[in-house]
């Protein structure tokens, strides 16, 4: 690692843990906005009323599933 990378690490881990959090959020918001703005013009065709039922039955067996788990 070289040492500007070490220096930013070392002033990072110096700061108080809720201005680590505050910068790790930011980090994951700018990542986010930069995701969404780069799958916003793709052409997804619209969801069927039978697509949407398909993946509603896996989604309640599968937590169905899971219940039986905890029984």
Known sequence: ???LAQE???N???LP???QQAILLRRRFANAAE???R???????PLTDEDLVLNAEELFLALD???A???
Do not use: A, R, S, W
């Open 69 to 71: 788990d905890y029984e």
């Open 17 to 19: 843990t809720t201005e």
């Open 39 to 45: 799958v916003i013009n793709f052409d997804v065709p």
């Open 1 to 3: 690692m070289n040492t």
């Open 12 to 14: 990072f881990d110096d």
């Open 35 to 37: 995701i969404l703005k």
């Open 65 to 67: 599933e899971q219940e």
């Open 8 to 10: 930013i690490l070392k």
